[in-house]
């Protein structure tokens, strides 16, 4: 059986939905927090389980007879690290065969602050005994497309990743991604670095934004106090406006940009363009 945390989540779906292609339904366990949010899993056959990080006992319910496990890197930082430590042991304690972990692109040498929690539960696998394959994701095309909106309203998109190039890809080819490594033998041991076929700056970004929908729309790179501090002044949480900022100044600095083309080597087709995304959003 193969078992995948946070399923209820825009990541798990899309791994789940990718996994019933080539997996009967009632091989794949959706470990949740809220099984009441997964009706249409259950509904399909999806075995679902709850599932809560801090919830250890839970845990070792969830993944008993679990022969892989995706552990998708749990949302609310600052707690990512114990969380983490928790579904590790449960896996240990359940036999699981083999863990694969989301963590982030060049997590061993990333600038961006976000790579703290990730580094810190890359070593707890790698203590754990696990057989274990690291799934370094880079940055969701989508992170940005939220932003479409409040950029089309003022006509500029704001951010302080300065000439940082950005080798971003869709949710969907990152769950592309894990489908196939969970389905593939012999990935014990193995780390992928994921990221985009091709990288664009935020300029290049806000230059597709206009291009697309007519209106204009410019960068404005702004410093990462300044950034943050507009976030919040927009409703934006403190601690997500300042994650924001950081991942930007990390941008600037080379922390979301690969040319290894593994992620589309590994799913068999190219990356979805940046471009797509954009149109998607506005559609949306």
Known sequence: ?????????????????????SVPANELVAVVRTPDKAADLTALGVQVRRGDYTRPETLADALAGVDKLLLISSSEVGQRVSQHVNAIAAAKAAGV????????????TTPLGLGDEHRQTETALAQSGLPVVLLRNG???????ASIPAALTYGVLLGSAGEGRIASAARADYAAAAAAVLLKDDQAGK??????DASYTLGDFAAAIAKQSGKPVAYQDMPPADFAAALKH????????DLLADSDAGASRGGLFDDSRTLSTLIGRPTTPMAEVVRKALTA
């Open 1 to 21: 059986m193969i078992a995948i945390t946070g399923a209820t989540g825009q990541l798990g779906r899309l791994v789940i939905a990718k996994l019933l292609e």
């Open 191 to 196: 780390v992928y670095e994921l990221a985009g």
């Open 97 to 108: 065969k083999l863990l694969a972990y989301t963590s982030i692109l060049h997590a061993d």
């Open 139 to 145: 940055w969701y095309t989508e992170n940005y497309a």
């Open 234 to 241: 927009a409703g934006l949480p403190e601690g997500l406006a």
